[in-house]
T-cell receptor, first 115, second 114 residues
């Protein structure tokens, strides 16, 4: 079975500063990796995903993430955050093959952008 | 496409009352999921379905039942609501095809049990 750990429950940062949200996973097989964003009082939206190929994945709103197989990590980064990036961010993992239908979500990281 | 819709958006119940949450998707997705979201707990899977007429238990199934009589609908039932079921409930769907594992989420139902 796979698992996901988001190392920080809350990340405060000032506007225009860079940010990194950390995500580590464990799995005995190949995985697909996702980052979702949840704005206040809304459902989750896909930010970006890694399925295969290039380990650097670019998503919406200027976010990117790098898949590091040796460190089993999929950290999310943005070089300069805006107030509007304040939201909850969830990392998720899904098994790439073998019939598993259940993605596993981390507990979320609350990104708080201060002016 | 409306995507994934959930009905109702808000509901307040008294302990012991029953209710059904409806999730509908118009994307012809095979898989559907019900999650609950609680502060500090992230998303926890309640039940899921891999196709019409099939359901399976997730991580926290106790106190809930589900049905998938039609491919586009996934119902979540609470037979006797308890205060511990106060939460925000999200439905999600995704296609079966490999490489298309992205889940599409509904807007959520905020349930309070008094």
């Amino acid at each position: 079975a796979q698992s996901v750990t988001q190392l920080d429950s809350q990340v405060p940062v000032f506007e225009e500063a860079p940010v990194e949200l950390r995500c580590n996973y464990s799995s005995s097989v190949s995985v697909y990796l996702f980052w979702y964003v949840q704005y206040p009082n809304q459902g989750l939206q896909l930010l970006l995903k890694y399925l295969s190929g290039s380990t650097l994945v670019k998503g919406i709103n200027g976010f990117e993430a790098e898949f590091n197989k040796s460190q089993t990590s999929f950290h999310l980064r943005k070089p300069s955050v805006h107030i509007s990036d304040t939201a909850e961010y969830f990392c998720a993992v899904s098994v790439a093959s073998g019939g598993s239908y259940i993605p596993t979500f981390g507990r979320g990281t609350s990104l708080i952008v201060h002016p | 496409n409306a995507g994934v819709t959930q009905t109702p958006k808000f509901r307040v119940l008294k302990t012991g009352q029953s209710m059904t949450l409806l999730c509908a998707q118009d994307m012809n997705h095979e898989y559907m999921y019900w999650y609950r979201q609680d502060p500090g707990m992230g998303l926890r899977l309640i039940h899921y379905s891999v196709g019409e007429g099939t359901t399976a238990k997730g991580e926290v199934p106790d106190g809930y039942n589900v049905s998938r009589l039609k491919k586009q609908n996934f119902l979540l039932g609470l037979e006797s609501a308890a205060p511990s079921q106060t939460s925000v409930y999200f439905c999600a769907s995704r296609p079966r095809l490999a490489g298309l594992d992205t889940q599409y989420f509904g807007p959520g139902t905020r349930l309070t049990v008094l």
